[in-house]
Each structure stands twice: as structure tokens, then as C-alpha cells.
């Protein structure tokens, strides 16, 4: 799963910085080139009015061929645009710089107040890299122009840059602050949630009392030897595995603590609360996200699992991990219609289901990381009603 939010307000929130962050600059920019070059030297300065070179006017045409660009990619990668629009801006600016003043004996006078709102405004995404990559890319242009030019003249714009990039470092950490202190208020409500809804689940069967539990650890701490997702990519996998199970409560109590063998037709209303339990999440936010996990985790490796029948990488890779997770806890706890099986058993029969009930990749990383479940198993406080399995 790749490093990316995915929540449609946050692109969209996004997308409109990007456009008021462009936007601004564009007007700034214009407005100031235009009261310089064209009034304060006409009617301040009593001087010919217009741009120091022929290029000025082509490096404006540039910046307005980027607009439509710059609109069509905001609403495909609003994440990636402001880069492209700055990495622009600047090769255009040297561009500029070198044809206007390169071999010309007219003192090297450049500068645009947009700059410094480019690095006022860049604490408004949030992002620390885009910030630096601003700041870095700002001062290092003066620098190049400086020895491209063989002059002086860029270091009173670099201690400008530096003082604003400094005053606009302190407004990226307070936002930084205020985001993270609504996180964490957003997660600790988010978990109360979950964990009530845990316990509602867990009332109809005291046997899965604490599954979902250890399903949640055993399936992020494979997620994790995996090497393949973000924090965040982890916390929102971890409350979509406490939920994996939240179908059940849909299941009668008479099937779902029957202490037999289940009939055909029982066996069919156990399989539906993958279904029932990805439709009570789809449209919780931070959870919506995961639902492929609720949704695939009975699913085989061989296309012999439920609701859909998927079969290999067809099946979400986190809905994979979670089989494993869920067949180990479900072989080492003991349930109303059998005893558990020891932790050796549990493994020896996830090996043999490798590339036929589970992804064989997956058990792989499994085998590495079995002596952390062991622990695990071994230190986890059990309920008293659920009967604990020898290891």
C-alpha cells in the first residue's frame, strides 16, 4: 500500500491549497513585476517602462503555459504539483537571470517578493520535505546565479530568504503541533469506538473473548517484517483487524456458540459476516480505508476461501496477512466445540498451507517472526473462561 492519504477530504483539501498556494503566487508575482517595470520606472524613476530583457516576456508565456498543466495535474496528483511548479519556476528564473544579465555591464538586480511568499505560504501543506525542498531550492538558485554571474550582488537576497525561510520553519512546527494534537484526539476517540464495539462482539461468544486482540498484534507485527507499509498505513490496518470479526454480531447466538460440528446451511450464515461486516465499516472514516481486510480475510490463496472466491495476489495483501494471523489465534485458543492446539501445531499447519490456503511469500516472513508470537502467546493475560493451550 503506498505512503499516500487516501481520504477523498484530504485531496481535496490538498487541491485547494495547491491552487491558492499557485494562485497567490501568480498574482503576487505579476503585480509586482508590474508596478516596477512598468510604473515605478515610468513615473518614479522617469525611465523607459518594461522588462529587462526580451526573455522576461518569454519566461512569463512559460509560467502561463504551465497554468493549464498545472490545473490537469492538480486534479490527478495534487500531491506531486507544487514540486513540478516550483521545480519550473526555478529553471526558469536562472533562465532568466543568465539571458538578462549575463555579459551585460548593467548591475544584477533581481528578486520578487512572490519568492518569499513561496516560503511564507509552504508551511500551509503541512510537509516538512516540501518546505525544505523550497528553502534549499530558493537559496542554491542565488547561489548558481551568483557564480554564473560572477557576482555579489545574490547575498543580501539570500539573508532576506533566510531570515523569512526562518520565520516560516517556526509556523510549520506550530501547524505541525495543532495536526498532530488533532490526531492523537482523533485516535483515542477512534479507539474507544473500536474497543466498545470489541467488547459488544465479544459478549455474544466469552471463547473469542480477546481475539480480535491478538489477531490485531499478530497481523501488524507481520505487516511490519513485511517492510512494505507506512505508520500510518499501520494504524489504520491495525483498527480494521481489531473490526475484522464485527460481522458476527449480525450471527445467532444458536450458530455462533454452538458447541458441534456446524450444519451445511449454519455453515452459510457463518460465511456471511465478512459481507455484513465490510458494509457497517464502509463509510467510517479512517476505517473505510481497510475494508478490503473485514471483507478478504477469509479468502484462500487457492481461490477456495469466501465470500468471493478471490485466489492469489487477487486477494488484498493485507487481507492475506490477516489469514495467517486469524488461523494462528484460532488454532491457539480453545473455542466451545474443540481444546487449542499448541503453538507448534498452530505453525506446522500454517507451513503446510502455505500456497494453498495462505500466500506462500507471506508465510516466509511468518517463519521469521513465529518466535514473537510464541512470546507473545506465552505472556498474553487470557481470560479465565477461555481455556489457555500448553506451550
Known sequence: MPSKIKDSNFKSEEQSAVLWFIGIFYIISIVYDVFYYFIYKKYILHIEPGLPS?????????????????????????????????????????LNDGFTYMGNPVEYKTGNIAE?????FSPLFVNP????FIFLGTVLKYLFVGVLLQTTQVFFPTVILLVIS?????????????????????DKQLDGIVKGVIATIELKDPYTRGHSERVAYYAKSLAIATGKFSEDDLTSFHYACLLH?????NIPDSILMK?????????????????????????VKGLGDNIDVILSHHERW???????????QKIPVLARVVSIADAFDAMTSSRSYRSALSVEDAYERIIEGHGTQFDPELVK?????????????????????????IV
Not at 71 to 91: D, R
Not at 245 to 249: H, M, N, Q, T, Y
Open 129 to 132: 520535505r516540501f518546505f525544505w
Open 54 to 94: 526580451v526573455f522576461g516576456y518569454w519566461y512569463y508565456l512559460c509560467l502561463f503555459t504551465l497554468l493549464p498543466i498545472v490545473y490537469y495535474l492538480s486534479n490527478k496528483k495534487p500531491y506531486m504539483v507544487k514540486y513540478l511548479f516550483f521545480t519550473s519556476y526555478i529553471i526558469l528564473s536562472i
Open 116 to 120: 518569499i511568499l513561496l516560503i511564507l
Open 365 to 389: 516472513v511468518f517463519k521469521d517472526i513465529y518466535p514473537a508470537w510464541v512470546d507473545f502467546h506465552k505472556n498474553y493475560e487470557w481470560p479465565e473462561e477461555v481455556a489457555r493451550s
Open 245 to 249: 470479526d464485527i460481522g458476527k454480531v
Open 259 to 283: 458447541p458441534g460440528k456446524l450444519s451445511t446451511e449454519e455453515y452459510e450464515v457463518i460465511k456471511t459476516h465478512p459481507v455484513v461486516g465490510a458494509e457497517a465499516i464502509r463509510k
Open 166 to 186: 526562518f520565520i516560516a520553519y517556526v509556523l510549520l512546527k506550530r501547524f505541525q503541533g495543532y495536526v498532530a494534537a488533532i490526531k492523537s484526539s482523533y
Open 302 to 312: 487457492d481461490g477456495k476461501g469466501y465470500p468471493e472466491q478471490l485466489s492469489g
